[in-house]
């Protein structure tokens, strides 16, 4: 067995220098999704200090940020207009999949709504570069790529078309990028908007998936990410002038995944996000004319939301860390030195917690796996909880969880690994997952238990296991496999039956899992083996099963219906179910319901069982 610990590397402040005894966390505010005003001066975000996520606004050099009226819905995506005089917000109504785009003045005058009317879903990809136009994405049954005037609400349809979503448009909106296909399976089209006429944007190469991609300054080229020439994603340009030419590589790594890059307006340089081995960020600045790339010092574990404000004198992102809320950091291009959008945050990122590890494994099949573990206080072994991230093409990082530093505070390890079908390790990890070998996922988690009790870490008979999404369909999917492996369980918004799920789910969710899941009619019969409720009679240890009531990703059903099998056979067991949120849990309060929850049934369940084998 080989086991390789790596301490985390944190640049905002030192990790705890030993294990000690800390109480619970208090559930902190997190800031996040900067939209920074075309000149620099001010920045838009996320907080959720009210309750729910809401814009507020802040001056990037003085002054405290001041809440923005958006009315009750919470918000989960915004961004500035050009000229300066609209936000664009992405709401979610009662915290459902479903979502809406709105705009209002920065002062929050003139509200009104331009997309996701009725059952259609909004999603913003960007600004025109002058005035006010947005571009958009709306989907059903199929998607439209639509310009949207912000003010009027006047809307064009641009294309149509299933597994649709607009990325990008030239400034005449004479051409259109698209991306098509199903997850893991994504390419890009160019649109002539006059004559309808499409394109691929490179030939097909059997593999990978392109995700990312916009216009080059000039429009007469386009930059994407992709993982279709390489195993871990990197960064090419195509000539559009010349389509037969193959792209060209301008960014990639052979020890990490390009996760991201954000362009600035004018197109001359880009901010890449690096998810190095494990799931850490690095940061770097492009200049795209001489490909010099310059790395910039990363204010945290894990980066995200990176945008440059529209004069490219400023680039905002988000950081976090296992002791360090999501806060904002602004970057200098021209110094790459970061700061923190408001310094009095810093006090919150104090050392009361407990920093993971990173530690390595093998598959039954010995396939490579990793995952962090969180200790408590004193040696082991402990009672441990494997906890099952979503996706499943996310990936468990270094980032601020209170639900674990909650469970280690009560005593209980907790082990997040990263089963294959998880993203930022290559391509061919992240679809080992796919159809049938979403058995090779499952027993992924059986090699995790195994792997732990073999190490010392994990008490035999006191292991538990929780997840949410896909994460909590392998905690029903495991315990239903491998009885008697595991204490308890905790299963947040998981599909129970792939039937089920396939018929209430939103219909571009279900066109777009058919590559990872497989067809519901053609491998009906894989999907009916690999579903939980057809073998719900092996479980009979406790669980607890949590979901949004509003949920139309997966719908609340499948929790309901797994609670109602248990209660046929008198298996303990527990159905929280939470008003006025849909797949992911948007209020603060219901967020801390369902962790606490989490919590008192796992530290419950885990050490009734000391006695026996204690």
Known sequence: ????????????????????????????????????????????????????????????????????????????????????????????PGGAPRTELWVLRPDGTRRHQVAGFGRRSAALAGWLPHGAVLAVTETDEHGQALLVDAATGHRRVLAEGDLLTLLDVTPDAAVALLRRGPRNARWLEVLDVATGVRRRLFPDTGRGSTDQGWFGPDGTCVLARTDAYSELAALVRVDLTRPEQPPTRLAGRPDAELEHVTPSADGQRGALLWNTYGGRSELSLLDFASGVQRAVTAPGEVLGDAVFAADGGLLCLTAQGPVQPRELWLVDPS????????????????????????LDLRARDGLAL???????????????????????????RPGYNPLF???????????????????????????????????????????????????????P????????????????????????????????????????????????????????????????????????????????????????ANDTNVPAGESAQVAQALADRGVPHGHLVLAGEGHDFLSRTNAEAARAATTGWLTRHLAATAGVFG
């Open 405 to 459: 530093q909650a469970l280690v505070a009560k005593g209980i390890a907790v082990f997040a690994p990263n089963v294959r079908g998880s993203s930022g390790f290559g391509r061919s990890f992240v679809a080992a997952d796919n159809l049938a070998g979403r058995f090779g996922a499952i027993a992924d988690v059986a090699a995790c238990a195994d792997f732990l009790v073999d190490a010392g870490v994990a008490r």
């Open 461 to 548: 008979g006191q292991l538990g296991c929780l997840g949410r999404s896909y994460g909590g369909y392998l905690v029903l999917a495991v315990l239903v496999n491998f009885p008697g492996l595991f204490a308890a369980g905790v299963a947040e918004c998981g599909i129970s039956d792939f039937r089920t799920f396939f018929a209430g789910t939103e219909p571009w969710i279900a066109a777009a899992a058919v590559s990872k899941y497989g067809d519901p009619r053609r491998d009906a019969d894989l999907l009916r083996d690999l579903s939980p409720l057809t073998h719900i009679d092996r479980l009979d240890v406790p669980v607890l099963l949590i979901h949004g």
């Open 1 to 92: 067995m080989s086991v390789r610990i790596e301490p985390p590397r944190t640049t905002r402040r030192p990790r705890p220098a030993s294990h000690r005894p800390v109480p619970p966390p208090v559930p902190i505010s997190e800031d996040f999704a900067p939209a920074p005003s075309p000149d620099g001066r001010r920045v838009a975000f996320l907080s959720d200090r009210a309750g729910t996520p809401g814009v507020w606004v802040c001056q990037v050099d003085a002054g405290e940020p001041v809440a923005v009226p958006v009315g009750d819905e919470p918000v989960l995506a915004l961004s500035w207009s050009p000229d300066g005089r609209w936000l664009a917000c992405v709401v979610a």
């Open 335 to 358: 110094t790459g030195v970061p700061r923190p959008l408001r310094p009095a945050t810093a006090p919150r990122c104090d050392d009361a917690g407990v920093a993971p590890h990173l």
């Open 370 to 396: 990793s995952g962090w573990l969180y200790r408590p206080a004193g040696p082991g072994p402990w009672p441990t909880a494997i906890s099952l991230h979503g996706g499943p093409e996310a990936q468990e």
